[in-house]
């Protein structure tokens, strides 16, 4: 933890007090601390406390309005490593999931450029309830790492889950996160290029040839290589999913023309390519320019060819390069795998079906299995698709190792 440096934000909870513990812990570990409180918790713990343990001042309001001097929220996000919020109570967590900026933490958590952990603490039935769990899951969407709370004796006088983790619990996952992160740059200094989501091929104005493909895939591993240090260039068609980071690249796009494009342009200086999108087959021949009417009994489309980008990518692809294709099938999954591993000139192809269940478009898990172009065959068991994004992007770091 020598050197760390890692800024507390504490908000109105009972278990404030004990921030004065994590700070000397951290202290002792030879970390810079810096402490952000929400006007309310300055009542359960005192600023002058923290400043002197820390040996910083304290941020509590945007602006100290006896000496007018701003406290810069976008210069705590760049110091920090790493941004821990403990306690975190209930009101602050909805904030934080909805994007809410009315005090100096939550503006600072909107400015974070690194990561973000949170150590909820709330009574039992606050920590139970469907919209606690609602607000955290959007926290574990937004890639903050969540501290599950403990069960224990609590404020009110109950007994259950709601206790926020321990300081010495807190001090051990900071631990792990630095020790993790030196560890997981593998990437750095790489470039990936990711393509995500489904492609829209329009019919007319307002109707289009699509999938159901959520994107969700191509953003975990998106996600992942930006983990490990490495500079994404994310092509990705209509979807729902957000991300940033500083060295994301994001490149929405609808059709697959378009998607070819971007990729033409970026794929001979990218060392990987993780090609995930369900790139339409077909396209109208013809788009028409206005609604089309519902006056006939038929209407017959003539559908003509897309481009086919990840074959693209493997003609073009340099002895230098790892090019990664997906294969979704109903049947003969392996067989059909095997075959397009060649035909495009893929290092590794990741496979799926959508006889497993729990797996294909639109869910949250997946169940694959990598065919790499020296014959070796891998399966892995039913797991949440960041998850399967890591074991993808594992495989393809050991593959050039």
Not at 35 to 59: M, Q, W
Not at 261 to 269: D, K, L, P, T
Not at 353 to 366: I, M, R, S, V, Y
Request: proline share 4%; hydrophobic share 40%; aromatic share 8%.
């Amino acid at each position: 933890m020598q050197g760390k440096r890692i800024l507390l934000g504490i908000t109105g909870g009972i278990a404030a007090y004990k921030i004065a513990f994590l700070v000397r812990l951290l202290k002792k570990s030879g970390a810079e601390v810096k402490c952000i409180l929400t006007p309310a918790s300055s009542d359960f713990i005192s600023p002058l406390v923290l400043a002197t343990l820390s040996e910083n001042p304290v941020g509590i309001e945007f602006w100290d309005k006896k000496t007018g001097v701003w406290s810069n929220h976008v210069e705590y996000g760049l110091w920090a490593d790493v941004f821990l919020i403990a306690p975190l109570t209930a009101n602050t967590l909805a904030k934080l999931a909805h994007g809410s900026c009315d005090n100096l933490l939550l503006a600072t958590y909107l400015s974070m450029k690194g990561q973000t952990i949170v150590a909820p603490a709330m009574d039992l039935d606050m920590y139970a309830h469907p919209a606690t769990k609602r607000n955290l899951e959007q926290l574990y969407k937004d890639n903050v790492r969540v501290i599950p709370a403990e069960s224990g004796q609590l404020a009110s006088g109950l007994e259950g889950e709601g206790r926020m983790a321990e300081p010495e619990t807190i001090f051990a996952v900071l631990q792990e996160f630095f020790s993790t992160l030196s560890q997981t740059f593998e990437l750095k200094g790489k470039k990936v290029l990711v393509t995500a989501g489904p492609t829209y091929e329009a019919i007319d104005p307002v109707r289009f040839i699509g999938n159901h493909s959520s994107g969700k895939m191509g953003f975990e591993i998106a996600k992942d290589c930006l983990r490990r240090g490495a500079n994404v260039v994310l092509v990705c068609g209509p979807t729902k999913e957000k991300l940033t980071h500083p060295n994301l690249t994001f490149s929405p796009v609808n059709s697959a023309n378009e998607m070819l494009e971007i990729v033409q342009s970026e794929w001979n200086n990218c060392d990987y390519g993780i090609f995930s999108a369900a790139v339409a087959d077909y396209r109208p021949k013809n788009k028409v320019d206005q609604k089309i009417k519902k006056t006939e009994e038929f209407l017959t489309l003539e559908l003509i060819k897309n481009p086919d980008i990840l074959s693209w990518a493997g003609e073009n692809k340099q002895e230098s390069q790892t090019l990664i294709g997906f294969a979704l099938e109903t049947n003969n999954l392996l067989e059909n795998a095997k075959g397009k591993l060649e035909r495009k000139n893929l290092n590794l192809i990741v496979m799926n079906t959508l006889e497993d269940k729990g797996a294909g478009f639109a869910g949250d898990t997946n169940k694959i299995s990598i065919l790499d172009n020296h014959n070796n065959f891998t399966s892995f068991e039913l797991k949440s698709k960041s998850e399967v994004a890591a074991d993808i992007v594992e495989y393809m770091i050991n593959y050039n190792s």
